[in-house]
């Protein structure tokens, strides 16, 4: 964590940018129509504005007579599955797999607990099950429930208090010859930690243990390929990078066909569509095939530069701030551009209500991440306020909010 250790004036908050991507980031805020009603929208973490080509595909493919079912002999038949086809195609692309490997649903969490149903039909009495204290709890409770209905052991590794950094070694040391999965997150929503994951999947995959990544809060920020990570699974969510209210779950080939799902009768017995239960949400997954060709064509690298430029005043602001303190890494090295802090005698709930007065959108509380607010002892003085940096935010944002924090921190 880093404690603010002088004052500074409102006005002293300039946002200075090196200039180089002023005319990319201009470009990319007129790209999102939900940022137009002059608010300062930090609370991307839980949710994005959709991209105006995921807006325009969602509404397109409501308006224009394609709505089916798949599987039929008429035409608007054949386009519910060529949509299907595409649009796993290009996720597959944006996250480095092969189109039957994606899979579609609702939400992440809705998406974890039934995958955690079916390796809790796997699992056996002893068995381990190896998470993190870093976690969101949709990483944690539907792994723990799993492990509790099995008669399985579910442990979690802990974080650096100070750094808010997860040590690969923490998790390693858990990873045994009883360990069948290990599930951890690519990045904090709460802290913004990156994790080193190469040594952990190997480390997994060495007592032949599998692998699953919650990349919801790293899909929007970094460039994943699957493939090359060898992950075995990787769950993401669209509304986290710009697109729709709905879930990705990307299964490697062996998942996608052994594992025991829950499913009814007539549902596809191999495959991606062994996973989707029921009708897929077309309109949805329209948007989501243009968010992903949007994080194509912009670049998931470039846009994450520019996020990184937006975000590193941020964050040496705050911690300049009196009474303010950040928590988690102390620079942009080793974190994507999520910031959580708190302020002295000011409850979270409250520092949220009153950004809010200024229009300026940010979450208050666990964020979801409750065993990790539990570890960092801040569970009984309400949590962490939590702000972050998307392609739409820029620096008269970062402004306002650090003037706004500074006049909180005073009163």
């Keep these: 964590m880093v404690r603010g250790d002088r004052r500074i004036a409102p006005a002293e908050f300039t946002y200075v940018s090196s200039g180089w991507n002023t005319d990319a980031m201009n470009r990319l805020v007129n790209r999102f129509p939900g940022v137009r009603d002059g608010w300062a929208r930090f609370d991307a973490p839980a949710g994005t504005q959709m991209v105006d080509t995921a807006i325009a595909a969602m509404t397109d493919w409501a308006s224009n007579g394609l709505n089916a079912n798949c599987g ?7 386009a519910c ?10 996720v597959g692309e944006l996250l480095g797999s092969q189109p039957d490997q994606i899979v579609f649903g609702a939400n992440m969490t809705t998406m974890t607990l039934a995958f955690t149903r079916a390796v809790a039909a796997t699992l056996q009495p002893g068995d381990r099950v ?12 539907p792994w723990q429930m799993a492990c509790s209905s099995s008669e399985a052991e579910h442990v979690l590794a802990p974080f650096d208090r100070v750094s808010g950094l997860l040590d690969p070694q923490a998790v390693i ?4 010859e009883r360990t069948r999965w290990v599930a951890v997150t690519g990045a904090s929503n709460l802290l913004g930690t990156v994790v080193d994951l190469p040594p952990i999947i190997a480390a997994a995959h060495a007592v ?19 493939t090359s990570l060898g992950a075995d699974a990787l769950v993401t969510s669209p509304y986290k990078w710009y697109g729709p209210h709905a879930g990705v779950l990307c299964l490697s080939p062996a998942v996608v066909d052994d594992m025991p799902v829950a499913r009814i009768r007539p549902a596809a017995n191999t495959g991606p569509r062994k996973w989707e239960s029921g009708t897929p949400n077309f309109e949805s997954i329209a948007a989501i095939g243009a968010a992903a060709q949007f994080l194509l064509d912009e670049g998931v690298e470039r846009i994450a530069a520019d996020e990184a430029e937006v975000c590193a005043p941020l964050l040496d602001g705050l911690a300049t701030i009196p009474g303010v303190t950040v928590w988690g890494p102390p620079t942009m090295a080793g974190r994507v551009p999520t910031v959580s802090f708190t302020v002295d005698r000011v409850a979270p709930d409250d520092v949220s209500s009153a ?3 200024q229009r300026i959108a940010t979450w208050a509380g666990h964020s979801y991440a409750m065993d990790a607010i539990d570890h960092l002892g801040l569970a009984g003085s309400g949590g962490v306020v939590r702000a972050g940096v998307v392609a739409y935010i820029d620096g008269d944002d970062v402004t306002r909010l650090l003037a706004a924090v500074t006049d909180i921190a005073r009163r």
């Design 355 to 357: 950004l809010a007065s």
């Design 130 to 141: 190896v998470g993190t204290m870093l976690d969101h709890s949709a990483n944690v409770t």
């Design 72 to 78: 039929g002999s008429f035409a608007s038949a054949a």
């Design 81 to 90: 599955d060529a949509l299907l086809e595409s649009t796993r195609s290009t």
């Design 173 to 176: 040391d858990l990873i045994d």
């Design 208 to 226: 032949g243990a599998r692998v699953y990544i919650d990349a919801v809060h790293l899909a929007p920020h970094r460039a994943i390929d699957v």
